[in-house]
């Protein structure tokens, strides 16, 4: 199993003209040293007007920027928002493209269409019509990437026929993956033949369900890149602390911090009913304060032994990846987080390797449901 | 950190009536009610005047406007209509009463003493059919806000679900009048459902004095025609 780190750029008020720069620095000098001690992955999200939340508004930018400090590190775009009036697919494609250059082939190509309505609504896109966008922009993108003469009549874009440059210098294009949150999304993803970027800030048994239908449907799909990607990241929160309760009172703090945020933020489910978003229109499932400060099995904040139990329910589930957010703005002071990357790394990572996961897999009861779980953290 | 409202809960003190009028019980089973209902965004500084403290805003911060037909109640046929506002407490979705209007004197004196809402005596006229809704919210002094639902497209009651509605409910304390955060549970039950994608809301007559009009749209979101049965309840402490 792997592991990456992810950026939303959260930064609280009060704001200064310094605040954001803040942010951006810190998280850069945390890539740097993500990249070095084994991280494999880093992404960053595509928001627009979540104030607090999320200033991560242009992530080609800020990739670009960590690509001419990083050697190793995939650079994620999670997610580049695959729709046409808020971003032209040629330009989408365009900007990934340079990306994928510039960084010596590491850009891990992320797509999605926003899920809530400050997003959407702030440029006046029909939420009813976000899905189909984004289903036929990851359609015309990798033929923009791999055909000279690029000519799309489709419902939401057309452009007559033009050479699309740059050229990915991935062969045949990068990796495609899809933001998933939802049941629905996990099997579109898998019939498109596209990687699973899950990004609900959840718990293996909150992805059990998504990653078996995932697993179970990608075997018959019809794909709409070169080559078919059968790979699952899980979303979760990282803060390895020096101690259980030194690591519950910084992390656990933070994490909430983060949700409280995310609950004030409109999801179109909240307050437009529509096909295209399954949410009702009232409550939201949130995790609610008790749940995050008792830390669910899975939610990986803790000392090293209680990661690495937590994580092998991320194994039992089976995803590739679990990508980790590491912060929100400076609840976590910077000099921890670089230690908590530190300390995973040293003691989390090497009882992941395939070797050992391998071990570990043979010496397993067989049930129908894979490995057995380990007992649960406290 | 969350933008918490600015509104002290004295805000929205009423006058109550020297004694209080005779209204069958609550809860009131309401058949065959309508509810036209709209999402509207509003200027996040004016809604955090008017919310109270307990209660977050949201990004972006917008209202929750509905008007509700209730052909048959215990109290006989009435309509009310309220301006909520769009919010957070404790993490979870809100709703808050900024006002309120009701064309029933049952009614009025069941929301004054037992819910915190409807508080305003008023008009309220409302024409629904298969194809459209329309109504006009209407106070004492006259007309504060149209609403129009020109085309309906019939979807599944299923996508639709409305929070509970939270107030300030004016009562006689020890020490004269109290005001206190009064919660109701979500209080319909959807039968049937259309959503309108060409809403307007209009404000026929400057009344900037009032809630309904200074709370004004900024970019309509979304508009449902709902019918089912209501269940006109009394509100209880949070908590």
């Known amino acids: ?378 | 950190m969350p933008d918490f409202g600015r509104a002290k809960h004295a805000k929205y003190a009423i006058d109550l009536p020297t004694s209080k009028p005779e209204y069958p019980a609550l809860p009131w089973t309401c058949a065959d009610a309508t509810i036209l209902n709209v999402y509207f965004e509003v200027r996040k500084e004016i809604l955090l005047d008017w919310l109270p403290p307990e209660y977050g805003r949201t990004v972006p911060a917008y209202c929750r406007l509905f008007v509700v037909d209730n052909p048959q109640s215990p109290a006989g046929s009435f309509r009310d209509a309220t301006l909520g506002l769009g919010s957070r407490m404790s993490m979870m979705p809100a709703i808050f009463a900024a006002a309120s209007i009701t064309n029933s004197r049952a009614a009025l004196a069941a929301g004054i003493f037992e819910r915190g809402y409807a508080n305003a005596f008023g008009k309220i006229e409302f024409e629904a059919d298969r194809t459209g809704a329309h109504a006009i919210i209407s106070d004492e002094k006259g007309p504060l806000l149209e609403v129009t639902l020109p085309l309906l497209q019939t979807i599944e009651p299923s996508r639709l679900a409305y929070d509970h509605v939270d107030a300030i409910k004016t009562s006689r304390g020890d020490n004269g009048m109290k005001t206190e955060l009064m919660v109701t549970a979500p209080d319909f039950k959807i039968e049937h459902a259309a959503i309108c994608k060409n809403a307007r809301i209009e404000y026929p007559t400057e009344r900037p004095e009032s809630a309904w009009q200074i709370l004004n749209n900024r970019n309509l979101v979304s508009a449902q025609l709902v019918r089912g049965t209501r269940t006109f309840a009394a509100a209880r402490l949070p908590g």
């Open chain 1, 1 to 378: 199993m792997k592991f990456g780190i992810f950026y939303e750029h959260s930064v609280q008020k009060p704001w200064t003209r310094q605040s954001e720069l803040r942010e951006y620095e810190q998280a850069m000098e945390q890539i740097v040293l993500a990249d070095e001690i084994g991280f494999d992955q880093v992404w960053q999200v595509e928001h627009h007007f979540l104030e607090e939340y999320s200033h991560g508004s242009a992530p080609e930018v800020f990739l670009a920027a960590a690509a001419a400090r990083t050697k190793r590190i995939h650079l994620g775009q999670g997610i580049a928002v695959c729709l046409p009036p808020m971003n032209h697919p040629a330009r989408i494609a365009e900007r990934a493209a340079m990306l994928d250059l510039v960084s010596g082939g590491r850009l891990e190509f992320g797509t999605g269409r926003s899920a809530t309505w400050t997003e959407v609504g702030g440029f006046n896109i029909d939420p009813d019509s976000t899905k189909e966008m984004w289903d036929e922009c990851i359609r015309a993108i990798p033929k923009m990437w791999t055909e000279d003469e690029f000519e799309w009549h489709g419902k939401y874009f057309s452009m007559p026929p033009r050479n699309v440059l740059p050229k990915p210098i991935q062969d045949p294009h990068p990796p495609m993956w899809v933001a998933v949150s939802s049941p629905e999304t996990a099997v579109q993803a898998a019939e498109r033949g596209i990687e699973m970027l899950g990004v609900t800030l959840g718990t293996p048994a909150d992805y059990r369900r998504l990653v078996a239908d995932y697993r179970r449907i990608i075997k018959h799909c019809d794909p709409v890149g070169k080559f078919v990607n059968n790979q699952v990241n899980a979303a979760s929160w990282l803060y390895c602390g020096e101690d259980p309760n030194e690591a519950k009172a910084v992390g656990g703090a933070a994490a909430f911090s983060f949700f409280q945020t995310a609950a004030h933020l409109v999801g179109l489910g909240g307050i437009y009913p529509s096909h295209a978003y399954t949410a009702q229109a009232n409550a939201t499932a949130l995790l609610s304060q008790a749940e995050i400060l008792s830390l669910r099995e899975g939610f990986p904040v803790g000392s090293p032994e209680e990661i690495i139990q937590n994580m092998r329910y991320w194994e039992e589930v089976g995803v590739e990846r679990v990508v980790m957010l590491i912060n929100f703005d400076q609840a976590i002071p910077h000099k921890k987080v670089l230690a908590s990357l530190e300390r995973f790394a040293k003691y989390v990572m090497p009882e992941f390797t395939e070797e050992k996961m391998a071990e570990r897999a043979k010496k397993a009861p067989k049930t129908d449901g894979g490995p057995e779980a380990p007992p649960m953290a406290t």
